[in-house]
């Protein structure tokens, strides 16, 4: 009997162990002293149909509940979207360097911060922090500032598109310098928003991205295969029946939504989207069957691990979490560019 | 034969590439279960005629499959009546040889489907038939020249269609393994009666395997006939620029390339 390749069930099952056992260290290792099983005996106490006593204080049991807890479940959202984004853009350009920032996201998202914080934007709308909000808003503008300017080449194609892309980030990086210059006070302020955090991680980050990543993830895992037909090129794709434009255009909005919502709670966290798909890539295979559900998996591991790393590995405060990505990340994934023997597709 | 149906019929297509005329007004009728091969010197149109036959191009004029207009069809619609070999298809690293024919099912499933039992029988058959199954498993980076092109054609095989377009199937092939693939086309032709619109540069070869030969210069038909009325010396070397004597040799059209004995020093 004969078949493709595809994602093989220990696969899934070592990425559910690796994420949920760095799910337990963000939840059971922090600078309050906690006793890791109190930790989990709290999460498990809030479960439905569960009833334990952790035995911890009613401040223990807020850290617990309200920062922790928290803290991974935004911390996996973020990275699982960035990593699916990035895997997405990747297929849908054929292009090895694409990540989820390709078509200016992350220089919209940059803008629309640095704006909201520059310029103090009351409390937003509704009460809502300004800053995830504009950012948000920045980042989608601009992927569709990009989308619009680049469909519109007389030679409509991925070439054009992320050259669109990169003009429309460079734009929107003057513009943002340009505020930064006017308003020098805050670029402290905008420059730790820059480099990613999950410090500000409560419900109402959680809330605010679950549904954008849960929409982003379901559509381009959703069409993984579609992806696959994708690698052999835009025309041959229209021979066998795809709409490589429509394709196209459907993953980038479905990742930019992922991404932007990203962006808007966690700042700018390099690295997870780009090389997290390549790293799948060279160790389990090129399938997109196999790299976007196992990005998701891994994707959110990575960045809760990080996380982890980010609040323990100084005395004082904390590590900016796009840091410790590249400072671990790096390091990792050239050991696999060197060992392993598959392509880099 | 039955040559009453046009399985692909071109009435005064006209394509432009760059404000270049490429295909001028050209009417064809290909029958069902026909193999016609278009010949003409690099630049006649022979590519853009069939990736205009394929959908994938833009033109004027009217281009019907078995009686339906291919601007009417949609993109899966049409990739289940036409599968095309490219001159130079796009080879997907870290990809399986079984993955690759395996995307020739793509019209034959839903946006969000994947391939089930069917379509993994239907692939299996087709390997076995190209005796390609002991390659499956192998990555396309790892095949040799003979092997990708009998891959390139399972894919379309595997795609199930009435019309198959070859697009230079044999250019990188060495002897043995042109009439091997040609070989492998005219049984697959005969054992699911195919329409083949191919395009060749080696004129023996061409004459060897169609049933009609359409001689194509700058995007019009000079001639259209089997290769024993359309294949002249005089025809061909207007053609072509070239100078050749055609040989008929136990039945074949041999077309050989001369030299001129004062330009031989």
């Known amino acids: 009997m004969i078949t493709g390749e595809r994602l093989e069930l220990r696969w899934v099952i070592t990425g559910v162990i690796v994420l949920l056992a760095a799910a337990v260290a963000g939840l059971t290792i922090g600078q309050s002293s906690i006793a890791a099983v109190d930790a989990l005996k709290e999460v498990a106490d809030r479960l439905p149909l569960v009833s334990v006593d952790s035995g911890l204080t009613d401040i223990q049991k807020n850290i617990v509940w309200e920062v922790r807890v928290p803290r991974v479940l935004l911390g996996g959202m973020v990275g699982a979207s960035l990593a699916v984004a990035g895997g997405g853009y990747q297929a849908v350009f054929r292009n090895p360097l694409a990540d989820p920032f390709l078509l200016g996201a992350a220089a919209g998202a940059g803008v629309g911060a640095t704006v909201a914080i520059a310029y103090g934007i009351g409390d937003g709308v509704g009460g809502l922090d300004p800053v995830p909000m504009l950012a948000f808003i920045g980042a989608m503008f601009a992927v569709l500032l990009s989308w619009v300017v680049g469909s519109a080449a007389q030679q409509r194609s991925a070439a054009s598109l992320l050259l669109a892309g990169v003009a429309v980030a460079s734009f929107l990086t003057a513009v943002q310098t340009f505020i930064l210059q006017r308003n020098a006070e805050v670029i402290r302020q905008v420059y730790t928003w820059l480099l990613g955090r999950l410090t500000t991680a409560t419900w109402d980050e959680v809330r605010l991205i679950a549904p954008y990543f849960i929409v982003s993830s379901v559509i381009v895992i959703g069409l993984r295969r579609v992806l696959d037909v994708m690698r052999v090129g835009d025309a041959e794709a229209t021979s066998l029946g795809i709409r490589p434009g429509v394709v196209r255009g459907v993953v980038v909005v479905a990742a930019s939504l ?28 090129a399938s997109n069957r196999v790299v976007l559900p196992l990005a998701l998996l891994f994707g959110a591991a990575f960045l809760i691990g990080a996380d982890v790393v980010a609040r323990n590995a100084v005395d004082q405060g904390e590590v900016p979490i796009g840091v410790i990505t590249a400072f671990c990340g790096a390091p990792f994934f050239l050991m696999v560019l060197r060992t392993s023997r598959r392509l880099v597709a | 034969m039955n040559t009453t149906t046009a399985a692909v019929s071109c009435a005064d297509v006209s394509v432009r590439l760059g404000g270049r005329l490429v295909v001028d007004s050209l009417s064809l009728d290909v029958f069902e279960g026909e193999w016609v091969t278009i010949v003409g010197p690099n630049g006649a149109g022979k590519t853009t005629l069939l990736n205009t036959i394929a959908g994938v191009q833009r033109f004027d004029g009217t281009v019907e499959l078995a009686g339906t207009e291919v601007g009417t069809l ?53 390997l076995d038939r190209l005796d390609l199954t002991p390659l499956a498993g192998h990555f396309l980076e790892t095949l040799s020249g003979g092997e990708l092109q009998r891959c390139h054609i399972a894919r379309a095989i595997a795609q199930e269609t009435p019309i198959l377009l070859l697009d230079e199937p044999t250019t990188a092939l060495d002897l043995g393994h042109q009439q091997e693939a040609l070989e492998l086309v005219d049984e697959l032709r005969h054992e699911r009666r195919l329409t083949v619109l191919s395009t060749m540069h080696d004129l023996t070869l061409a004459g060897q395997y169609s049933d009609r030969l359409v001689l194509l210069k700058q995007g019009a038909v000079v001639a259209v006939g089997p290769a024993s009325e359309v294949l002249t010396s005089g025809g061909l070397s207007d053609l072509y620029g070239a100078s050749v004597r055609v040989v008929r040799e136990d039945g074949d059209i041999v077309v050989l390339p001369t030299r001129s004995t004062e330009n031989a020093t």
Request: avoid cysteine.
């Open chain 1, 258 to 285: 992922g991404t932007a919502a990203a962006v808007a709670v966690s700042g700018l966290i390099a690295f997870v989207g780009l090389i997290g798909p390549h790293t799948i890539r060279l160790l389990v295979g």
């Open chain 2, 74 to 126: 949609g993109a899966r619609a049409r990739a289940r009546r036409v599968g095309r070999v490219p001159q130079h298809p796009v080879l997907p690293g870290g990809m399986t040889l079984v993955d690759y024919v395996l995307l020739g099912r793509t019209p034959h499933l839903g946006l969000l489907g994947t391939e089930g039992r069917q379509d993994l029988d239907v692939v299996a058959y087709v």
